[in-house]
């Protein structure tokens, strides 16, 4: 009896945990859900007695944000193009390729994964003043490539664990070039795992704050930092209506990246485990 009491005790504080939590995380999107739609000019009690799309107006007839929005967009599109370009090379040849510091190189490829985004743009901010870049774009671009390179990085590397290395020696051996075995044998093979590390890249160079507020200035800043900006200088519900474009876009660009490569298999096995 009391070893079904326990069990039920710990079977109830378990799910009891993960209520709560799911909670924690819940809770704050339904309500900027709620307050996006309110109708008042000014944040007033909770729940809004009346609701209209004046926010979402307000966002998409406001020019600092649109401004903000195109910056995000145009950073995260190249970004991710570069990233996925050159992270799926590095990856290639960190599994193709062993020599020495192997390992240690891909452990620097991998570090901007765990290094504070404050670090990373204090850093980039410093290394582009040395090199003589004050423009605000560069600098972004530049901050925006180095994190998202890891997870194009790590979900190649996932995905060509389970290409047989045989596949490529065939190709070489029925007459192909080493350029031509991996253009027509090892990318198609590993392509699932490189959108899917595409995909990642663009919604963390689209979300990110940390790098994009040392790396902005007056003339190029991201939609996030014009939404942070302007939570210090005048806050409204417009921060809420945006939130939930934020909300929206990256719950559709997780579900493309579940039909296509299978979010069990991505998450588990693909971008921060092997």
Known sequence: MSKRLADGLFTALYIGLIAGAALFLLIPVVVSLILSFDARSFIGPFPPKDFSLRWYREFFNDSYYHAGLMTSLYIATVATLVSTVTGALAAIALDRLQFRGRDILQALFL?????????????????????????????????????????????????????????????????????????????????????????????????????????????????????????????????????????????VLIWILDRVAGLDKVVGTGVYGR
């Not at 003339?219 to 934020?246: G, R």
């Open 111 to 251: 570090s901007p994964l765990i290094i504070p985004s404050v670090i990373i743009g204090f850093s980039v901010l410093i290394f582009a003043a040395r090199l003589g870049i004050i423009d605000g774009m560069p600098r972004l671009l530049m901050g925006h490539i180095l994190i998202t390179f890891p997870y194009v990085l790590r979900a190649t590397l996932a995905t060509l664990k389970g290409i047989k290395p045989s596949y490529y020696e065939a190709a070489l051996s029925l007459g192909a070039t080493p350029a031509q075995a991996l253009w027509h044998v090892i990318l198609p093979l590993a392509r699932t795992g490189i959108l899917a590390g595409a995909i990642f890249a663009f919604i963390i160079s689209f979300d990110e704050v940390g790098v994009s507020l040392f790396l902005s200035d007056s003339f190029s800043y991201t939609l996030p930092v014009a939404l942070l900006a302007q939570m210090h200088a005048n806050l409204n519900l417009t921060v809420a209506a945006v939130s939930v474009l934020f909300i929206l876009v990256t719950m």
